[in-house]
């Protein structure tokens, strides 16, 4: 949006510029400047066709009718004329003003009439007419028309307050959660502020004297979220001149430091917080509408009410509402988790009032805990998906938190880089959802279970999460009272729960050191088997980038390996170059070829090989996801497993010629690249903490090569730069492992130096170090 002209030293412009003014103030004071701005404007128009007999009034809707305008906003007005009037030249003097101002303009003239009509067949229009203030104009007119258009919404209630849930619904399947969500958008997203405007339209649906769907106390109780999310997006506005409410990774930490945040964390917690406490709320207000419409229609229907339904000695099941039975003493510990473990089978929602007496009533498990109680939590997650709810209904009156007090930390704990698309706290309970599904892939399901809900306990306590974890998972199972073999194992998952994803994209999988270093940490097929449920349960609860098709083989590829090693059998034969690719480099020709998302090259070996395939591939943004590479009498084979973008399915043939080109030193690789960079910006992406460029030399790993793990930000280029210094360092690349995580990139290069070795002289590597951290910081 364009800055509106300033009227005066307190106009639009004025107040988007006063550093005085933060958050949510700003929404209100814009929207005052701006009605004053507008009166001093097109007011004289009005004026004039009151004084020559015409009834008009000119009327703010929707979100600036509730005095609320963001900087991006559109600026929504609506002209209201008698019946018969001629406004055509009015709605010019007023429209064209606002539009020469830069505004957004959400425009509309109709009659009172026009607008009821309208209002009854479009939810927009009749939630829009439920906030008007006058601006200028016969007031009668404008009452008229707020009159009418609440009275209708409160006549027509039945048929609107189901429709509103339905639209309320299908916008958060698509716009996600405000609470959970790395990058949520503000207004829409399940949670969010337009949630709370439903709330608000539900509210002034009742009629006097009814039973309201949303209490007063309820409403008050928004007040806070509606603060924190509003004062949000209007600084994201405010900061980046757009009108978009999806709050960025790149904006977060300007929008905290705007809002006096100590930095971006704190921000998102605050936002997850008033997201959770939203949604919390529209949860139980549409379960009322949803109880109403079903009884409702079996009245008109003549059907009688379902009968009460017991699901568990003190619980029953009410048309889809978990309840307490009559004389049932809530001071049993063991019953938040008997409701939650009953809530998930039943998919049920859990009464209010119910979970109110248990947040204030039911005292904390013994030590060790019963075990009725292990086995209710471990029966709730087995249930999957829906422990998710039902666990969640638990923390959000500190049940959760007060069954385990190591999870209050996590509690709404951001995880600010791209590759992570939830809270911590969501991410256990995705984590459990998922690993559900595989429980029949390990001997000891509950231990699997246990393992995902617990894998990452540590991250909200200080220090390395995994290693906090450890000592957390030992007291939490010692305070269960699991056998101590049963804690041995849960901390070993933890310990481990990194192994083989890290493994098997970052480490050569033919290499039979790799896979002895994987049996010896492991131990036994049955913790095998139990670190590759948690692994492709936590990969795919972390995000897309974390498990696909590839990582799914690679890992795969290593456990079969581990578990024939430790059944006895061997590691398995280097499987490159494979027979076909052996008689391609014996042909000593060469090849450049694409076969989905493989691309063989076959050329006469030289320095800096590899590094011109890259650079040629990075033009197109095409990723390097593997790389494994053989050299023989003079001629090397390249096998490099790519991806990314559209390049490869758009133009093939284009990508494998520049290739030849790359290799004929007919294009100039490092001068394009830095015109790609100019063109689309050094980062593909800002990260919230972009990680500092190191290398990691590790000699153990493998019997014949060095493994220089090289960790930084991602950029264009990268992999071509850190190649191109291997290259001028004379070492020759083995294979390479290149993984994308979020922002970041962890490439893994196995290496050998001129004399075909390993690399000790420890002044070499400090030099290669040296060479890899400086390449990074090229553009190209």
Not at 69 to 84: I, K, Q, R, Y
Not at 384 to 397: F, I, K, M, N, T
Not at 624 to 641: F, I, M, S
Not at 705 to 732: F, H, K, Q
Request: aromatic share 4%.
């Amino acid at each position: 949006m364009t800055t509106p002209p300033r009227p005066g030293p307190d106009g639009p412009r004025g107040v988007l510029a006063d550093p005085a003014l933060v958050g949510a103030a700003v929404a209100t004071a814009f929207a005052r400047a701006v009605d004053t701005w507008l009166v001093q404007t097109v007011g004289p128009a009005v004026r004039d066709a009151l004084t020559a007999g015409h009834r008009v009034a000119l009327v703010a809707v929707g979100g600036y009718g509730r005095g609320e305008l963001s900087p991006g906003s559109d600026l929504d007005l609506l002209l209201v004329h008698e019946v018969g009037a001629a406004v055509g030249e009015l709605a010019e003097a007023l429209w064209y003003p606002v539009w020469d101002a830069g505004f957004k303009l959400g425009h509309a003239v109709r009659t009172v009439e026009e607008a009821r009509r309208l209002a009854a067949d479009d939810l927009d229009t009749a939630t829009s007419l439920l906030h008007t203030r006058l601006l200028v104009g016969e007031a009668a007119l404008a009452e008229e028309l707020a009159h009418v258009a609440r009275a209708d919404w409160v006549e027509d209630r039945g048929r609107r307050l189901p429709e509103l849930v339905e639209r309320t619904r299908e916008r958060h399947e698509a716009a996600g959660e405000v609470a959970f969500l790395l990058e949520p958008d503000l207004k829409t997203s399940r949670g969010g502020l337009r949630d709370i405007h439903t709330l608000d339209w539900i509210a002034r649906a009742h009629p006097p004297g009814a039973s309201p769907h949303v209490s007063r106390a309820e409403l008050t109780a928004l007040h806070g979220p509606h603060d924190t999310l509003l004062s949000a997006r209007v600084e994201l506005h405010r900061r980046t001149g757009r009108s978009a409410d999806v709050l960025l990774l790149q904006e977060q930490d300007e929008v905290a430091a705007a809002l006096g945040y100590g930095d971006a964390d704190e921000l998102m917690t605050a936002v997850a917080t008033a997201g959770r406490s939203t949604a919390w709320l529209v949860d139980a207000v549409t379960h009322r509408i949803d109880l109403e419409t079903r009884r409702r229609g079996r009245r008109l229907r003549r059907r009688r009410e379902p009968a009460p339904e017991f699901v568990d000695a003190d619980l029953v099941l009410v048309d889809g509402t978990l309840e307490l039975a009559e004389g049932v003493d809530v001071t049993d510990p063991t019953l938040p988790l008997r409701v939650a473990r009953a809530a998930a089978r039943s998919q049920a929602f859990i009464d209010r009032h119910l979970l109110d007496r248990l947040g204030a009533a039911a005292p904390p498990l013994p030590e060790p805990w019963p075990t009725l109680a292990v086995d209710t939590l471990v029966e709730t997650l087995a249930t999957g998906r829906p422990a998710v709810a039902a666990l969640e209904s638990l923390d959000q009156v500190d049940l959760l938190s007060r069954l385990l007090p190591e999870w209050a930390p996590n509690r709404s704990r951001p995880q600010r880089n791209a590759y992570h698309r939830f809270t911590v706290d969501r991410h256990l309970l995705e984590t459990a959802a998922e690993a559900a599904r595989l429980v029949d892939r390990v001997e000891r399901p509950d231990l699997l279970l246990l393992g995902a809900l617990f894998h990452d306990i540590g991250k909200g306590h200080p220090g390395d999460h995994t290693e906090v974890g450890q000592r957390l998972v030992a007291r939490i199972g010692e305070r269960m009272g699991l056998a101590p073999v049963d804690v041995d194992v849960l901390t070993e998952l933890v310990r481990l729960h990194l192994l083989l994803p890290d493994v098997a994209s970052r480490r050569d999988l033919d290499d039979p050191a790799t896979i002895a270093f994987v049996a010896d940490e492991t131990g036994s097929p049955e913790m095998l088997d139990l670190l590759a449920a948690l692994t492709e349960a936590d990969s795919i609860a972390t995000g897309p980038t974390a498990w696909n098709a590839w990582k799914a083989e690679l890992v795969g590829e290593l456990v079969a390996r581990v578990r024939r090693l430790l059944q006895g059998g061997s590691a398995g034969e280097r499987v490159f170059p494979t027979p076909e690719q052996r008689r391609l480099l014996e042909g000593r020709t060469r090849v450049v070829r694409l076969d989905g998302h493989l691309l063989t090259v076959v050329e006469a070996d030289r320095p800096g090989l590899f590094s011109r395939v890259a650079g040629a591939l990075a033009l197109h943004g095409v990723d390097v996801w593997e790389a494994n590479l053989h050299t023989e009498d003079g001629w090397a084979l390249e096998v490099l497993r790519v991806g990314g973008g559209t390049a490869l399915l758009e133009r093939p043939d284009r990508i494998l010629a520049d290739i030849a080109a790359a290799l004929d030193g007919r294009i100039a690789l490092r001068a394009r690249l830095l015109e790609r960079v100019r063109t689309y910006g050094s980062r593909r992406a800002t990260s919230a903490r972009p990680v500092e460029p190191q290398v990691h030399v590790d000699n153990e790993v493998s019997a014949e090569s060095t493994v220089l793990e090289v960790r930084c930000p991602d950029s264009i280029g990268v992999l071509y730069r850190i190649t191109r210094a291997l290259a001028e360092m004379d070492l020759n690349i083995v294979t390479a492992k290149v993984q994308t995580l979020g922002h970041d990139v962890i490439d893994a290069f196995y290496v050998r130096g001129t004399h075909g070795g390993k690399l000790v002289d420890p002044h070499h590597l400090a030099e290669i170090e040296r060479a890899i951290i400086a390449a990074i910081g090229l553009d190209a």
